[in-house]
């Protein structure tokens, strides 16, 4: 199981962008997808997370900015980010948990980063 994640790039703030992270491979069943991000000299932060019955949570800044969401069928997620900030500057890293047959445990599995740079 591989996770690509795209959509990241410049841009100024109060714009958008949206990010993707495909699963490649053999997910029998993708649960948790989650994205993170890190900023320059900070720790990783949990950004939002979306349940494969599609509940939601967000960390608190970027309530009512951004959006998760998932696409089953195409085994992607997604996460809409408007009204940019600076402070959002970031590489930003997709999560899932997938299990890759019925007979095996859930597993994490990380995409490469994409970086969000929010700049004038």
């Known amino acids: 199981v591989q996770l690509q994640a795209c959509g990241g790039g410049l841009v100024q703030p109060g714009g958008s962008l949206r990010l993707s992270c495909a699963v490649y491979g053999s997910a029998f069943r993708i649960n948790t997808m989650n994205w993170y991000r890190q900023a320059p000299g900070k720790q990783r932060e949990l950004v939002a997370s979306?349940?494969?019955?599609?509940?939601?949570n967000y960390e608190d800044s970027v309530k009512g900015r951004f959006t998760i969401s998932r696409d089953n069928a195409k085994k992607t997620g997604f996460l809409q980010m408007n009204s940019l900030k600076p402070e959002d500057t970031a590489v930003y890293y997709c999560?899932?948990?997938?299990?890759?047959?019925?007979?095996?445990?859930?597993?994490?599995?990380w995409g490469q980063g994409t970086l969000v740079t929010v700049s004038s």
């Open positions: 979306i349940a494969n019955n599609g509940s939601t």
């Open positions: 999560y899932a948990l997938v299990r890759t047959d019925y007979f095996q445990l859930p597993r994490d599995y």
